[in-house]
């Protein structure tokens, strides 16, 4: 008993020599300034008190509109979908792909929507939203996909692939009106 009451007491005596320090400063003939911790010829000795600690906050998450949100941790995502277009729809004719995307549940403030087509990421890698519209689009087949991500980049959520047919109308089609079919022949007159 008396060994870990000695013990404990030197600890407790140790403790003011680790919070506070002596330091030793001084310049040598080319004008450098040294610091040391062991007495040097013409040094001045600096009494420096414990080291200053800082414990960081939780950062802000801005939204979409600038303005500072809390970035509340909530459930996790239980799905997200691209809803429009619907799976394996065809489209005739159109001049943009309007894409709409819901979450469940509703999308968190600091987590962000990132779409992809053709395996592509659109909006240039950028979130894109919960609606997004691309134009022109080409004809064809094309894959869509929705991928939500947390403020730190983290997949949180990553929706099932979405097909649609993209159908426009040819150039060579007489029933386009972009088309113009050359006047029929006019008879000669003799």
Same mark, same amino acid.
């Given at each position: ?13 140790? $403790? ?19 610091? !040391? ?6 040094? *001045? ?38 809803? *429009? ?17 819901? /979450? ?11 779409? %992809?087509?053709?395996? *592509? ?9 919960? !609606? ?8 064809? /087949? ?11 980049? !983290? ?13 426009? $109308? !040819? ?17 000669? %007159?003799?």
């Amino acid at each position: 008993m008396a060994r870990i009451l000695t013990f404990t007491l030197i600890l407790l005596a140790a $403790v003011p020599l680790a919070v506070a320090a002596t330091v030793y400063k001084w310049t040598d003939e080319n004008g450098v300034v040294h610091y !040391s911790d062991q007495p040097h010829p013409n040094a *001045q000795k600096l009494h420096i008190e414990g080291a200053q600690t800082y414990k960081a906050g939780t950062i802000p998450v801005t939204s979409d509109s600038g303005v500072a949100a809390p970035a509340a941790p909530g459930p996790a995502y239980q799905g997200c979908n691209i809803i *429009q277009p619907a799976d394996d729809e065809t489209l005739s004719n159109i001049d943009a792909l309007n894409i709409t995307v819901r /979450t469940d549940p509703v999308l968190r403030a600091g987590d962000q929507v990132f779409l %992809s087509m053709d395996g *592509q990421a659109l909006n240039g890698g950028a979130p894109t939203g919960t !609606s997004f519209s691309i134009s022109p689009v080409d004809r064809g /087949t094309h894959t869509l996909q929705v991928l939500v991500r947390g403020s730190d980049g !983290s997949l949180l959520c990553q929706g099932p692939s979405v097909t649609v047919h993209v159908h426009q $109308v !040819s150039v060579n089609n007489p029933a386009n009106p972009q088309h113009q079919a050359p006047p029929p022949p006019q008879p000669r %007159s003799r």
